[in-house]
């Protein structure tokens, strides 16, 4: 047994079941281990951004690392964008990189570059194997590392002879690490705070984000009147009918810190005290008032869950029913195609556990509102803001959730970051629909260049934000890749295209344009 | 005047043209300084690997950095690949990274991430600016770096208010470093070896392979019977009618050590001792002897042409006339599309000037000999092996060439990377025709897999390197960024569409399809 299949054999007795690859002449070993092997899933993308985005996708929805598997350094930077949105999820994710063959690295060949040194920013833990022999427990070590609450990107570099020559026997089904518990202290404090008559708030993200502790906040603002609220840019937000309601922070710092204004006391649920996405001139970072006081309930890599039970407890608010949204569906727009009549549509036709992958950008501005009381589904956003993450997430996620319609909401300039993402979801046949919001330019970008204070609106600087020369077709690009597609320039064209796209399995495009 | 206008003036004033952007919102001020200025040319790309690729295509056809703006860390991976072959082709680049405000980057905001760890594996210096005053000399310093020789990448990471902020005067025209000269005692052991009756070899790279470099090599060779040849992938090679042959290291070991095993003496040109592109199981790295005696005449940031120069006249062949190839255009082929009838149809059809920009893999392997007595032309080729760099290399070679056609040869795989950047040929009106060979497969590492041992060749494994489920209709995806393109299955259709586009100014692509 060769490097390469203890390894894989390691990931399989670990519970990985699927690994993303773009490989080359450097992990072809591990590509014919996995082709020998009935147990481990390889995927196909074209771009290793589309890997890593995916990587990211499934882990958000499996609760578990997929693999990456990724050629040299190079692969590894396509990959790293995304990398770095995982990272702000905390999605564990395992990048399997293939490097030069130990004694062929000195030569300094084409491919040679510094990969320990691409990987540890966009990596928790990096480790350069050593030798066959030591690649099964190096494996098992990264699956460990990757399920370490909140979840790790672990990044393994495998020099080509550690793949090819002979190995040990595979690693057995390691222990995993559980989430540790909140301090009691830290509990205590919350529940003193949410009693002493101060306006205060529920700043959750990340773990606290699942139905059952929507509910256990919803029992706390019952109880203490305190208010609840999310981060902008949450990896995974249950939402709908049946959940309990939350306020999203918003993106810009006028509404962020009107939403904000009141508060004399944050109480942070596995999130950090907000501030803003990008600093402009002459405004603070923090969206927060400067009297108002901070207090962590739960850190990000503890159980949120556990802290907030413990909390409803102590504070007897346990009694009381979670106030949970009924089924409410937008009525559908008729007309011009507007952000807000699609945001109907998508809500109209939303199914039970959709799960809806959000890189809308400025075209969503409609969609929570009109989604707030539609039938149960998730809800995945840009953790860290790094454009072209939602086609390759929304990969991830219909793999992990093969029995759910994934909606994919993306701007059309995100989207050509990693457009090579259509391709794999043909090839897998994914049951992904994809909408984009053509209005052919980097609408944000010409707000923010508003917001920052920078005069010159010429049309030259407008150009730099434009994508109206030439109008890029997504349906062309879309069918060039195996997905079919239609283009919606009416409400009631997009009304028809959704609901049609939504009671049909497999992958889809809509082209949305509009002005 | 703010900090982004001075610097803009400041790389105005020492020699830079053009900038390759897809900028954020940390960018905006210097979007709004370009857009105020007349004297810069901004190009758009849809992705940033397209600007980092067309920032290598520019330096090595101009001689001279062109300006990358990439938005943080992430904007930044995007663009390392690229950056890994410009950093192998030794082209000098100015990277442009904005950041969070010096004052934001504390709060870890979600784009936050470690942008020098990021920087340094693709940088030959890396600089993260202090304030508005310091940026201008800044600026000028990174054009300084960049035109060391023989070429460096120069990044310069930009917080936002270190645009947005007051700043000082721009820096005037400053010094740019000449190229060092070889030591004389480097030609004297060359002059000594080419002379002492043993078979001998120069190996060239880099600026070894200008038109004068190469005269100079052959009247070496007639002059000692030494063996001509040059490194498999190099940045810019003058070949055809006129200049003087050269002979092409194969990338494959079985090739390269066959045309070096008799080599008793190798003697360096701006070139390293030749190696494996990758190792393989049981086969020795180096290409060469084990009893070969190496020599460097000339480091790659010497002036090669000087080192010629001074040993052409040391061993008194300055008086020989270089051997230049006669024209002799290969004739079309007809009926079925083979690998060869394309090879013949671009050796008839190129154009004096045209460059070829060679990503064509495996598919290419007829390419060399058709094109080797056609009209005069530069070749670029892939010098760090991260595929993709072609589309965008091709870009960056039309804007700093607008007179000469640029033909891009591209497998349909390496295609895919970045294919965004047709959209940016179409928008810039750029006199490109790119041919893809689609034979709908990585058939580099299917070849690859056979060679490296890998006993498994089942389905499973060979679907992961299989691009045809489904097959990319490459005709839709130019359409779909506004470039024209069209489909050949036989060499008659291909002939007649290559015709077409040689004599046709602007973008197109033909998509060449074949088994």
Known sequence: MNGAESMLETLINNGIEVCFSNPGTSEMHMVAAIGKSQRMRSILSLFEGVCSGAADGYARMAGKPALTLLHLGPGLSNASANLHNARKAFSPVINLIGDHATYHKRFDAPLNSDVEGLSAPVSHWVKTVSSAADLPADAGKAVQVAMEKPGRIATLII?????????????SALPMPDAPLADQGAIDQAAEWLTNGRRTTLMMSHGALTEESLALANQIAQATGAKIMCDTFTPRLARGEGRCDIERLGYFAEQATV?????????????????????????????????????????????????LRRLVDQIGASGLAPQ??????????????????????????LLTDTIIVDESATSGAFMPAMTRNSEPHDWLSLTGGSIGYGLPVAIGAAVASPDRKVLCLHGDGGAMYTIQALWTMAREDLDICVVIFANRKYQILQVELARVGAQSMNKQTLDMLDLSNPDIDFVKLSEGMGVRASTATTADEFNQQLATAMKTRGPCLIEAVFD
């Open 259 to 307: 939403q904000l204004e009141d508060a004399e006391q944050l109480i942070m649920v596995a999130s950090k005290a907000p501030v803003g996405f990008f600093a402009y001139p002459g405004k603070p970072s923090e969206f927060y008032p400067e009297s108002c006081a901070l207090h962590t309930l739960s850190r990000v890599e503890e159980s949120a869950v556990d802290a």
């Open 324 to 349: 949970r949204l009924a089924l409410v569906k937008p009525d559908l727009a008729s007309g011009e195609l507007t952000l807000e009549s699609m945001a109907r549509a998508v809500g109209h036709y």
């Open 159 to 171: 020099p080509a002879d550690c793949a090819w020559d002979e190995s040990v026997s595979p690693v």
